[in-house]
């Protein structure tokens, strides 16, 4: 089993900056891609970010592609999501996900084995 949890989330004002962390403890698949994902109770879960742990390669939704920043410490087993320029349509329940296995695809949920339980980011007009 894995466990992710997030962190990080909160208010702010539209223009600020968040940083969100996904630590994974228990059996974790250090080798595999890690992602980041939001919801709104209007909208299904929707791809933002994920990264692949083998040569760091880094993936964007167009929406954040440019004010996001996907990273990882493969020592401390945790990802992160760092925002600038936020805007109020950013405002969603994050969640983190992680594969278990190699995937060429990582933006969808169903190609992830494993979520965190959200945490929250409203930006404020």
């Known amino acids: 089993q894995v466990q992710l949890v997030e962190s990080g989330g909160g208010l702010v004002q539209a223009g600020g900056s968040l940083r969100l962390s996904c630590a994974a403890s228990?059996?974790?698949?250090?080798?595999?891609?890690m992602g980041w994902f939001r919801q709104t109770p209007e909208k299904e879960r929707e791809f933002v970010a994920a990264i692949r742990w083998s040569g760091g390669s880094t993936y964007y939704s167009d929406s954040v592609k440019g004010r996001f920043t996907i990273s990882r410490d493969n020592a401390k087993n945790t990802v992160y999501l760092q925002m600038n320029g936020l805007k109020p349509e950013d405002t969603a329940v994050y969640f983190c996900?992680?594969?278990?296995?190699?995937?060429?695809?990582?933006?969808?949920?169903?190609?992830?084995?494993?979520w965190g339980q959200g945490t929250q980011v409203t930006v404020s007009s």
């Open positions: 228990g059996r974790t698949f250090s080798n595999y891609a």
């Open positions: 996900a992680q594969q278990t296995y190699y995937r060429l695809s990582l933006y969808y949920t169903a190609h992830y084995d494993y």
